[in-house]
């Protein structure tokens, strides 16, 4: 069954986009394969850039999926669509909904910011899953 972690951002800490960032570094160095979903495509895009930049000598071989990256060549794919069905370890949900294919995913990380409307809809998605009986943790930092 699909674990899910929330992770509550600080106020004036990393952005969601930074701390996405930092969590594929760790899961790709533990050996996992990471897809992050994005809202759309500008987002994507944006994150892909962060990945090459959050951090002065780190290196998170990624890709973004445009139909021709697939999930065998990157351990990391960014996307705003549902990923290759050979991807299936870690999720990081950065869209504003719960996917109807994140049950797929071993393990899906649900990144809440600061502000109200991330918080609620932190609350939304953590009802969610856990009127679906899914094991939840929630992480504050």
């Known amino acids: 069954m699909t674990k899910v972690d929330f992770y509550l951002l600080p106020a004036g800490g990393d952005s969601t986009e930074l701390f996405a960032c930092r969590l594929a570094e760790k899961a790709y160095r533990l050996g996992h394969k990471v897809y992050l979903l994005t809202p759309d495509p500008p ?16 290196f998170v071989p990624h890709a973004v999926i445009d139909g021709a990256a697939l999930a065998d060549d990157h351990p990391v794919l960014i996307g705003h669509e549902e990923p290759p069905p050979n991807l299936s370890e870690v999720l990081v949900n950065l869209a504003a909904e719960v996917p109807p294919w994140f049950g797929r995913f071993a393990r899906v990380a649900e990144l809440v910011g600061p502000d109200h409307a991330a918080k609620a809809r932190g609350r939304e998605h953590y009802r969610f899953y856990r009127e679906r009986g899914y094991p939840l943790d929630t992480h504050t930092l």
């Not at 987002?43 to 780190?58: C, I, K, M, V």
Request: hydrophobic share 45%; aromatic share 12%; no cysteine.
């Open 43 to 58: 987002a994507a895009r944006e994150l892909d850039e962060l990945l090459w930049t959050f951090s002065q000598g780190s």
